[in-house]
């Protein structure tokens, strides 16, 4: 499934809300951050992603 994490430091440089651990032979690819800057999509769909991870572990928690 392709997916990425580690995207509130790329684009808030606020740091790592989560930790990624794998159960299974995972090819990882790391882009630096600043490399978002000069395309202004691809920085809206990261940071679009992020709220959307932020806001379901806030309303899974409410509901626990």
Do not use: C, M
């Amino acid at each position: 499934h392709n997916d990425f994490f580690g995207e509130e430091y790329a684009i808030l440089k606020v740091p790592h809300l989560f930790h990624l651990h794998v159960l299974e032979d995972t090819n990882v690819i790391q882009i630096p951050g600043n490399l978002l800057e000069d395309v202004p999509l691809l920085r809206w769909k990261v940071f679009d992603n992020y709220q959307k991870r932020v806001t379901r572990l806030i309303h899974q928690d409410l509901l626990s």
